[in-house]
């Protein structure tokens, strides 16, 4: 489907990385913020993956109607493959494709 010459089955959604989040707020009280300001993805990151266990913190996104736009881990960068494959990250980011399936 096009409008305006725009294939818009390929439209990003408007999202925010929890990297904007004070270290003083709460990951759910972000997720909130975001949901309300009307984000429709948050990028997660290993801060998110530390303060909630995956399961929990799916949960938490799908309340809030809210979608992961990527996984933000930029310390991984330094990792080793094995230890990346390891990592909660990946965990993370395999629950919530297999949720849209």
């Given at each position: 489907?096009?409008?305006?010459?725009?294939?818009?089955?390929?439209?990003?959604?408007?999202?925010?990385?929890?990297?904007?989040?004070?270290?003083?707020?709460?990951?759910?009280?972000?997720?909130?913020?975001?949901s309300?300001?009307?984000?429709?993805?948050?990028?997660?990151?290993?801060?998110?993956?530390?303060?909630?266990?995956?399961?929990?913190?799916?949960?938490?996104?799908?309340?809030?109607?809210?979608?992961?736009?990527?996984?933000?881990t930029?310390?991984?960068?330094?990792?080793?493959?094995?230890?990346?494959?390891?990592?909660?990250?990946?965990?993370?980011?395999?629950?919530?494709?297999?949720?849209?399936?």
């Amino acid at each position: 489907m096009t409008t305006q010459g725009v294939h818009t089955s390929h439209i990003a959604t408007l999202a925010v990385s929890h990297y904007l989040c004070p270290p003083d707020m709460a990951l759910t009280n972000f997720l909130d913020q975001a949901s309300e300001a009307g984000f429709h993805s948050i990028g997660i990151t290993v801060r998110a993956l530390n303060e909630l266990p995956i399961k929990q913190l799916r949960q938490e996104l799908i309340a809030r109607g809210l979608g992961v736009s990527s996984v933000n881990t930029a310390g991984y960068f330094f990792c080793t493959v094995a230890s990346w494959h390891q990592s909660s990250g990946i965990e993370f980011a395999a629950s919530r494709r297999s949720s849209r399936t």
